[in-house]
């Protein structure tokens, strides 16, 4: 009797086991899926394109932002203006309208990271210019005019048409941003014309920054700042350096032996120069000359030295005439952004 009661005993005991194995199983099961992604797949976003997919994913976290802070310089005071506003002033300003549609939905993106990284409530640093706004209206941070200010200086005829296709590629990308890991792109950088490859970011700023890495970027031989040249004679070169810095010491019987380039980025832009007794970083010299890049090359003529540059901007981040070859050929503004910005996805 008691062997029996032993036996029943232990069948139950397994029977335990067996159930409370089988309901972790089921547990995992329904936590983590079956790795088909069958229900992501039936999702509203189901309709958007295979490789676009994944850039397409919602950060629940970040909060709703509806209205900016910007300082303008003209008035000099402060406006609070309805961000999507914001944001067609600045593609406005920034991005030539006739590039493709895709290209300004680019520029959009951008710009509206750009200045939601500027908004203190998302982890940003207002602009030391802005006198407590968010943003300046300047170059310091990215231009922004108003509807009527850039209808001006448009050709006459066209102003509302160029306007209304801007507005269209702002409402086609309306709340979306680029995030990295889980959080909102701090350095969405752009400029206009690259020298067919765009910058590692600490090349140019220092700071390693993982999405902001060196690119291929064709199709801009046709930007009109591609190739640009300066020409300085000899006295008025030596005297240009030795104002800026008084240590360099350099002469204009000698200046030819005093300016050498030491070395140069993945893309080509000078990364160190030295004049005279001092080493400086291309990127200074190029400000100090007011040269459009920093990929340059110094050619000594018999009675002047010309400065020869290639592209026109920072070189870092998405360049505005390599987003509109890209679209030219097809591209379409996700893309262009993952091109630009390695790793990122847009978020809305």
Known sequence: MRRVFITAHLKNFLLLIIAFISFIVITSVLIVGVGDN??????????????????LIKISSLPQISKIKVFISKENKIKEI?????????????????????????????????????VTELGGILCKNA???????????????????RIKLWPKGLGEKYWDKIKTAVVGT???????????????????????????SEEVFSNNIPYLRSVESGGEERAP?????????YNELSQIINNNYSNA????????????????????????IKIGSITMTGSKFRTMLGLNSSNFEIVFNLKSVEIDTTGYGHGVGMSQW???????????????????????????
């Open 38 to 55: 069958k229900s992501l797949n039936k999702s509203k976003n189901s309709i958007i394109k295979q490789e676009e997919y994944k850039s």
């Open 82 to 118: 309805n961000l999507e506003e914001y944001i067609t002033g600045v593609v406005a300003a920034e991005m030539p309208a006739e590039f493709e549609i895709d290209a300004l939905k680019a520029q959009a993106v951008a710009s509206r990271t750009y200045a939601l990284a500027h």
């Open 131 to 149: 006198n407590g706004a968010n943003l300046c209206d300047t170059v310091h941070c990215q231009v922004y005019v108003s509807k009527e200010e």
């Open 174 to 200: 309306q709340g979306e941003v680029l995030t990295y890991n889980n959080s909102l792109v701090m350095e969405p950088y752009y400029f206009a014309t690259s020298s067919g490859k765009t910058e590692n």
């Open 225 to 233: 700042k591609f190739k640009s040249s300066k020409i300085f004679g």
């Open 249 to 272: 010491k350099v002469t204009s019987t000698n200046i030819k032996k005093q300016i050498t380039i030491i070395d140069r980025t993945e893309a080509g832009s000078v990364k160190n």
């Open 322 to 348: 390599g987003a509109d070859a890209m679209a030219k050929e097809g591209k379409n503004y996700i893309q262009i952004l993952n091109h630009y910005y390695l790793g990122t996805v847009i978020s809305k």
